[in-house]
């Protein structure tokens, strides 16, 4: 059996690649405006990440895909409002890690609380078919995402 993007032409391969980070980067956009949060998109997403645990700078601007001097900066405003801390790496005291304070473990939860919150009312709008239709997209873009992270390593 051939995969279904050999039945797509490229036409709508090149469409899909398209507009899929479009569309993304559109709904978090309006989601993180419509908060009351004072937070970047890029910002969201180091917060994100340091909720699994400390992380290197070069680690948090390769997940972001951003340059190590704009992460830098980015950290910086970050500590400012008290949401991230520096430290030694225990392993390697040549190393620093960035990690969430709990006033930044709070603001994360504030912001994800309100993001599901404009996210449920605006999804409870949508049909049956239509919710169950996003639900099997995601599942999607997770074997996606899986698959393009192990290519990377």
Known sequence: MQPAAALLCGNQLDEIAEALPQR??????????????????????VLQALVAGPQRVTELAASEGV??????????????RGWVVRRADPGDRRV?????????????GELRAQYRALLHEEVAMLGGDEVETLARA?????????RLKERDG
Do not use: C, H, K, Y
């Open 24 to 45: 993304a980067a559109a709904l978090s956009r309006l989601f993180l405006s419509r908060t009351g949060a004072q937070v970047s998109r890029t910002e969201a997403g």
């Open 67 to 80: 340059t190590q001097p704009a992460i830098t900066s980015l950290v910086n405003r970050l500590q400012r």
């Open 96 to 108: 620093v890690l960035v990690a969430l304070t709990p006033r930044g473990r709070r603001a994360f």
């Open 138 to 146: 995601i599942e999607i873009l997770d074997g996606l995402i899986e």
